[in-house]
């Protein structure tokens, strides 16, 4: 018999067939009804919803496409909450019981959050615990501290002195000693960069970091290419992705920026060896957004909270109560995630009842950013009765003493949660607490005591919670899990990965296909390598940058040079002379009509034989290993296309330390990104010869510009495989006359790399991606003028405090 979903399914694509038919026909379609039973048992259903929005695509689609979105937006609200529709393993489920021999590992702890420079949150907490945890367990630990010399408190030396007094070796990341390139990209991938360049020069057993802001991108990145960590463990910690925390505060992209830091969040999980989060609820959202979390390299479990030898011989599954409560806490971060509107509409409820006889706190850290917490609380307080303050500059260890004194109830109504360490700390020290029902904050209270600490997240049920609280007291919630045998499983789990990293692979029975030392053995073939050098009317440069690639340490490649019709007596000239020498060499010199840089590159790879195409411009100079680099990162990862770092440098002679100007660090496939700004990285790429005939080579506008961004954006959309080396493999010549520039067109460039896109979005959404990219490029044109009208200030200052001091003299002098 077929169930009510069923029978529901087959009524809407009964619907949705009449309507297409009305829409074929040009008909007006009629609007679809639902009864209430109908719309209730859709909302339940969605996923047999998402199932007929993927049917294969048809004539007619984008309208059923369009009906579909308006019978889910029956639900009135947005659900956050997710269907668990997998479990990951806990470390019990790998290492049971099981015994490890004794290891003093070498442990880095990378921190943008950390208790003490910065009035930390969370991960700081995190962090702070799990380095003076694996010290005490024997290891040797070590914080990188992400942010350098940025302090919130004190002096920075003071925190490197208060680690190093606990036998923990705390590093500030030293600043590059080439400065990053100027724009938004480069300066955005700074501390990512900062922490790669220092690690790759070190030699740590393992390495725990946040996803939170992408530090280890760098580092993730040069591991899945075979760069470096090959004897290195990366274990990301799931924290707060931008996307996720954005969601939780009904925050808006409104910069690219954003788009930039989801993606080396995303990818800093997808690239881990191993990921472990204090919920299951993180990864689930993470899995609903499209992430790739295979279960073999993820885990779930409590994160480490050490405590004293009397507090851990508490029974913690004793339950405990208060019955009066004295004071009303909201402890978290005063930001609208946390839950700070709901908490503070719930008070204007319960004043306005006159039921609240206690003092009221908000103590939290204040962040920077649109919402004004100390604003929206005086606003709301116009309407309360009772004695209220804030609690700004406590570090959690005050907080948490605050807390445990004076019959305090710890509010935590969070919107959407991860596994919030004020609840691990209010579990701990027998703090109590109520929390929401949403993300993974319940995980944490043991399933019996849920129905009276956790309650869903409105202003009126947290009224009415607050309310019967405050007549008749509550019980003080026990841990869903044991915090001594949490902090056992931790200290065994890391000795068994120290003894195999392969653990979680081989407990799930799906080990790698190809096994790290074969990958290895791959990377030392030596395949021939096309260099693809175009040229218009730049002999001098031309020179240097064969002679660049004369000089390379890989040995099997060829060139072929093409010239776009160049028509200057001396570029004619030596491009003459270079004929005997190339043909000895069996290379190529191509000489044809001018047509651009499209067909440039194309008319090399028609006379190309290598297995992949190194393209290069004639103003540009190969470092000694680039070629070397990018073939053993090509045969290690398997990828299409391969970009890299490059250093910038100016005037006509050839590149030497002195007129280096800056380091520019493209980021890989962000198609979002891609579509306002290249983060691809320069046309200087090494790409397999057999996905270039695959995708049809470049397009050949004339005189348009953004080839490289098309052609990168095109090959991704159709499923290629581009990623960055993180290491500068050549100069890049900042000329006044750069070979793209002779013809260049900016808004048509644009266009063109508008392109790739259109081609492969549904034409209904055409309209809008076009104004999108055209807000984009209208805000840079006036962030450029604001940048211009800043420095013409900067020079009128400059001007006005000479001529005083000079006025001045003068005035001395009578």
């Known amino acids: 018999m077929n169930s009510p979903e069923d029978l529901l399914l087959q009524k809407l694509k009964a619907e949705l067939e009449s309507k297409r038919s009305d829409w074929r026909g040009g008909k007006k379609p009629r609007q679809l009804q639902l009864n209430s039973e109908d719309k209730q048992l859709l909302i339940n259903s969605q996923d047999s919803a998402k199932e007929q929005q993927q049917m294969e695509k048809e004539p007619g689609r984008d309208f059923t496409d369009f009906l579909s979105a308006q019978l889910l937006s029956t639900k009135k609200a947005p659900s956050l909450k997710y269907s668990v529709s997998q479990e990951y393993a806990s470390f019990a489920d790998d290492i049971g019981n099981a015994l490890f021999p004794p290891k003093k590992l070498n442990i880095c702890i990378i921190a943008q959050d950390i208790f003490g420079p910065v009035r930390n949150g969370g991960i700081g907490t995190a962090f702070y615990y799990a380095a003076n945890f694996l010290r005490d367990c024997g290891h040797q630990v070590s914080i990188l501290y992400s942010l350098g010399n940025y302090c919130e408190t004190g002096e920075i030396q003071d925190w490197v ?35 790669y360049e220092y690690l790759r020069t070190q030699s740590f057993d393992l390495i725990h970091v946040s996803e939170w802001r992408g530090n280890a991108f760098y580092c993730l990145l040069a591991k899945k290419l075979g760069l470096a960590f090959a004897n290195t463990t990366f274990c990301v910690k799931t924290s707060s992705p931008s996307l996720w925390s954005a969601m939780g505060n009904n925050h808006l992209v409104d910069t690219p920026h954003s788009l930039l830091r989801s993606y080396i969040e995303r990818k800093s999980v997808e690239w881990a060896d191993l990921v472990i989060s204090p919920s299951q609820h993180m990864l689930q959202w993470m899995a609903s957004k499209g992430y790739e979390l295979p279960q073999e390299r993820c885990y779930v479990q409590p994160n480490i909270m050490p405590l004293s030898e009397d507090v851990l011989k508490q029974n913690f599954q004793l339950q405990g109560r208060l019955n ?43 962040s920077a950013g649109k919402f004004d917490a100390g604003a929206y609380i005086r606003e709301q307080a116009k309407n309360w009765s009772f004695e ?9 260890l005050q907080a948490l003493d605050y807390l445990k004194s004076n019959n305090r109830l710890a509010i935590v109504p969070s919107l959407l949660d991860n596994s919030p360490f004020t609840l691990y700390e209010c579990l701990s020290e027998r703090i109590p607490f109520i929390c929401s029902d949403r993300g993974g904050t319940p995980e944490l209270v043991h399933p019996e005591d849920r129905g009276e600490v956790v309650f869903p997240i409105h ?45 979680r692979l081989e407990k799930a029975g799906l080990l790698d296909q190809v096994p790290t030392n074969q990958k290895l053995a791959i ?60 043909s000895d060499l069996g290379w190529q010199i191509i000489r044809q009509e001018n047509l651009y840089l499209g067909a440039v590159r194309n008319t090399s790879v028609r006379h190309a034989k290598g297995e992949y195409i190194l393209f290069m411009d004639d103003d540009n100079c190969a470092k000694p290993h680039e070629i070397e680099t990018f073939v053993r990162a090509a045969l290690y990862s398997d990828a299409d296309i391969l970009t890299c770092f490059a250093d910038r440098f100016e005037g006509d002679e050839p590149p030497q330390p002195k007129n280096i100007t800056g380091r520019v660090t493209p980021v890989g496939d962000c198609v979002g990104y891609g579509l306002v700004e290249n983060c691809y990285g320069d046309s200087n790429s090494l790409v397999k010869r057999s996905f270039l005939d695959k995708i ?39 000329s006044k006359n750069r070979l793209r520039d002779l013809h260049f067109d900016t808004k048509e460039g644009y266009w063109r790399a508008l392109r790739p896109y259109l081609e492969n979005l549904p034409y209904a959404s055409h309209d809008i991606v076009r104004l999108l990219v055209g807000l984009c490029d209208k805000d840079r044109h006036n962030n450029e003028v604001i940048i211009s009208l800043k420095d013409r200030l900067r020079m009128l200052e400059h001007d006005f405090n000479t001529m005083e001091k000079l006025l001045s003299k003068q005035k001395d002098l009578k």
């Open 324 to 366: 009066q409560v004295q004071e009303l806490v909201f402890f978290g971060r005063l930001v609208p995630r946390k839950g700070i509107k709901i908490f503070c509409q719930a008070l204007t409820q319960l004043s306005q009842a006159g039921e609240v006889n206690c003092k009221v706190v908000f103590m939290g850290k204040l």
């Open 696 to 734: 049809g080579g470049f397009s050949e506008d004339y005189g348009v510009g953004k080839d490289d961004l098309e052609f990168f954006s095109r090959a991704i959309l159709q499923g290629g495989k581009l990623l960055v080396v993180p290491e500068a493999l050549y100069w890049y010549r900042m």
């Open 523 to 582: 990377a030392e073939r030596r395949p021939l390598v096309s260099v693809c050098l175009a040229h218009f009317n730049r002999p001098q440069k031309l020179s240097q940058a064969i002679a660049s690639i004369k000089n390379q340490t890989y040995d099997n490649y060829e060139v072929i040079l093409v010239d776009d019709e160049s028509d200057q007596p001396e570029a004619i000239a030596y491009l003459d002379s270079l004929e005997s020498e190339f």
């Open 459 to 503: 202003p009126r049920k947290l009224a009415h919670k607050l309310s019967k609280i405050l007549q008749e007291g509550v019980i003080i919630a026990r841990p869903s899990f044991d915090f001594k045998q949490n902090l056992e499983l931790w200290e065994r789990w890391h000795l068994a990965i120290a003894e195999n990293p392969q653990l």
């Open 388 to 396: 209220w303050t804030m609690i700004n500059d406590y570090d959690a």
């Open 161 to 195: 002195d208060y680690y190093a007094q606990r036998n923990i070796n705390f590093i500030l990341v030293p600043e590059p000693k080439i400065p990053s390139a100027p724009g938004a990209l480069c300066g955005s991938m700074l501390v990512a960069r900062k922490v």
